[in-house]
């Protein structure tokens, strides 16, 4: 009997020991059951990172999840948004993209979309364009940098894209001072494809337009040129400060990269200054790569 008993208490303690008494200790729930927090002054996961702490299922937390440099958007002292800045200014991103509600219209605003999108697809379109925008040779972690700037640049609830390469003319159907004066000779063009300084030079040496005279009075010139100083582009570094020529731009050289050679000589464009000739909506500022046509 006592070594029955024995064996007996022998399994009871052996069985004991397999079944813990459960744990008192809450277990974390959200980002924190998975990832150590980091950075807590700054909000709450999702105010850096978006995601879905709420959510169980992986693939869910991580919806349009932000890492790396580009969850650094935050921080005041990051890395990430100091270093997107310094790149924006430097590529003169504004030259065609709203940022921070400052820019042009040339293409998408980026305030529009920033919030919108996936980091990969975001980093992606910085590096390696599919449109017209020139490919600027950047890594990954300057591509993160950029969209940090960005995210910092925008908000949440941004206002709605404007149109793609389509300059805004106003509501008024009537010629402009500029198309009266200007449309004449060649197209009307946006003002913004110059910058402000490039106009004031052209406004002041209007008795030597390009070879032709091409003076107003005086009231008339300053308002002209009031008028596109108030729409102007920014100047784009490397241009020189205040270029007379659009085509003569780099940015301008990039975009008609695709355009076959000899093409501008053939008399049915006659000049890369002819916009109308291949833009059909050119009269428009409508300038979509979508819709144009080059005339053989």
Same mark, same amino acid.
């Given at each position: 009997m006592a070594p029955r008993a024995a064996l007996l208490t022998a399994a009871l303690?052996?069985?004991g020991g397999c079944l813990k008494a459960p744990s008192t200790v809450a277990r974390e729930k959200g980002c924190r059951s998975c990832h150590q927090a980091h950075y807590v002054r700054e909000g709450a996961c999702q105010d850096c990172h978006r995601g879905d702490p709420g959510a169980e299922r992986e693939e869910l937390a991580h919806g349009r999840l932000l890492t790396g440099r580009?969850?650094?958007h935050r921080l005041?002292?990051? *890395?990430?948004?100091r270093e997107g800045r310094r790149l924006v200014e430097?590529?003169?991103c504004r030259r065609c993209h709203t940022i921070g509600g400052k820019g042009n219209h040339l293409a998408t605003s980026l305030d529009a979309v920033v919030w919108k999108r996936e980091q990969a697809p975001l980093v992606t379109s910085i590096r390696e364009p599919v449109e017209n925008m020139p490919r600027f040779g950047l890594d990954e972690a300057e591509a993160e940098a950029i969209v940090a700037f960005l995210l910092r640049s925008g908000r949440p609830d941004p206002p709605q894209d404007t149109y793609r390469v389509h300059f805004t003319r106003g509501t008024s159907t009537s010629p402009t001072v500029f198309e009266k004066e200007c449309g004449g000779c060649h197209l009307a063009y946006p003002p913004a494809l110059l910058p402000s300084?490039?106009?004031?030079g052209l406004m002041g040496g209007l008795d030597r337009h390009f070879g032709q005279n091409a003076e107003l009075d005086e009231p008339q010139r300053a308002r *002209?040129?009031?008028?596109l100083v108030e729409r102007a582009g920014q100047a784009r570094p490397g241009s020189g400060g205040a270029p007379r020529r659009?085509?003569?731009l780099a940015w301008f050289r990039d975009e008609h990269r695709e355009v076959p050679r000899g093409a501008a000589a053939r008399p049915s464009v006659r000049s890369m200054a002819n916009?109308?000739?291949c833009h059909q909506d050119a009269a428009r500022w409508d300038f979509d790569g979508d819709r144009v046509r080059i005339p053989r």
């Open positions: 303690l052996l069985l580009a969850a650094e005041e002292d990051g *890395l990430g948004p430097a590529l003169a300084a490039s106009w004031r *002209l040129e009031g008028w659009i085509t003569e916009c109308g000739a």
